[in-house]
């Protein structure tokens, strides 16, 4: 299930514990989800799923089954490249890549995601905030360029989603050194 919960980002100027981050508010329903986050600056919306692909299913199977979608978002975004990355528990690079992004950075375009199967959080950094982002099968987020954030996928991953590029190189992370991830429930908190 969809979840928003919005965090002070000021605990992370204290030696906090991860349980400790002070929640202001948490959402459950996806139209109050996409209002809180619209107010944010940020774009949620959920669309119907297509029918279960199965785990066999390669990239260009997912991007087909939902051309019409991304021919949209292209079309309102100026979107060129779109692609899929798929983790399971089994993935050799899980450790690896949940490491890497777990550490607050931006990216030079927006970042737009569609959750085809499985689930993960966005961390916002937004001002005094944190928003943080349960996206399930059927959300769309998009992340406005250079907002600070992080992404946890938790320890046995289990997702697929589609990702749409401007510019693939305007997608790499610029990290911005600070630790404030540290101070905020992981993934595990929400699943």
Known sequence: MTLLRIYSARDSARDSARDDATLL?????AEAIAAALAQAGVRFEQWQTQVPLPRSADP???LTAYAKDIDRLRAEGGYITADVIRMHPEHPQKTELRQKFLDEHIHKEDEVRFFVEGQAVFYLHLGDRIYATLC???DLIGVPANTPHWFDMGEAPQFAA?????NPEGW???FTGSPIGKGFPEYAAFA
Do not use: N, P
């Open 25 to 29: 508010d948490e959402y459950r329903d």
């Open 60 to 62: 260009e199977a997912i």
């Open 136 to 138: 399930t099968a059927g």
């Open 162 to 166: 589609i990702r749409l590029f401007c």
């Open 172 to 174: 790499v992370a610029h």
